[in-house]
């Protein structure tokens, strides 16, 4: 079964410090990766995606992964964070199941960048 | 001209009652899905509706039952609501059940809170 791990529930990180946050997801065939940002009381908001080609995805609001097959990972890095990039981000798993593709999430990492 | 929309954004009902969720996508897309986000902020996908086929259907109690009037609607039914149902539900479209990295865009999100 897939599963996606969020090494960190919590992040707190100084205005304009680079940022990392971690995720690790198991599969055995083709995986698709997705990054999700929650802000308070809002929706979820893609960030960027992996399908294939260029291991380095860039995606909105300065963020970027990278794709590593051997270590099974997906980290999300920002070089410079700012105080509207508090907000809840998620990774998720795309993958085929039943005659369909079903995203699965990891727990979540809370981001809070501190003045 | 919002893409996915829910109503209500905040539901609040006693323990026993019937209440329904209802979802809107206007970007023409085949899939549709409910996510139950628990109060640990954990998502978890309930059903995937595909040109309003059920495709999906995880381990949710038959109190919970969804209907799709034609493929831009997916809303959620819950019977005898219990206090375990409090979370927030979201529900997402993408275009195709079948495609793989098909993003799936997310709704703002409804709140219920059952007392």
């Known amino acids: 079964a897939q599963s996606v791990t969020q090494l960190d529930s919590q992040v707190p990180v100084f205005e304009e410090a680079p940022v990392e946050l971690r995720c690790n997801y198991s599969s055995s065939v083709s995986v698709y990766l997705f990054w999700y940002v929650q802000y308070p009381n809002q929706g979820l908001q893609l960030l960027l995606k992996?399908?294939?080609?260029?291991?380095l995805v860039k995606g909105i609001n300065g963020f970027e992964a990278e794709f590593n097959k051997s270590q099974t990972s997906f980290h999300l890095r920002k070089p410079s964070v700012h105080i509207s990039d508090t907000a809840e981000y998620f990774c998720?798993?795309?993958?085929?199941?039943?005659?369909?593709?079903?995203?699965?999430f990891g727990k979540g990492t809370k981001l809070s960048v501190i003045p | 001209d919002t893409a996915v929309s829910q109503t209500p954004k905040y539901l609040v009902t006693q323990m026993g009652n019937d209440k329904s969720i209802k979802c809107e996508q206007n970007l023409g897309h085949d899939t549709m899905y409910w996510y139950k986000q628990d109060s640990k902020k954990f998502l978890k996908i309930m059903f995937s509706?595909?040109?309003?086929?059920?495709?999906i259907n995880e381990t949710v109690p038959n109190r919970f039952s969804p209907k799709s009037p034609d493929k831009a609607h997916l809303n959620l039914h819950i019977n005898s609501l219990e206090l375990g149902d409090s979370a927030v539900y979201f529900c997402?479209?993408?275009?195709?059940?079948?495609?793989?990295?098909?993003?799936?865009?997310f709704g703002p999100g409804t709140r219920l809170t059952v007392l």
């Open positions: 509706y595909n040109n309003k086929e059920l495709i």
């Open positions: 997402a479209s993408s275009p195709s059940r079948a495609r793989g990295g098909d993003t799936q865009y």
């Open positions: 998720a798993a795309l993958h085929s199941g039943a005659g369909s593709y079903q995203l699965t």
């Open positions: 992996y399908l294939s080609g260029s291991t």
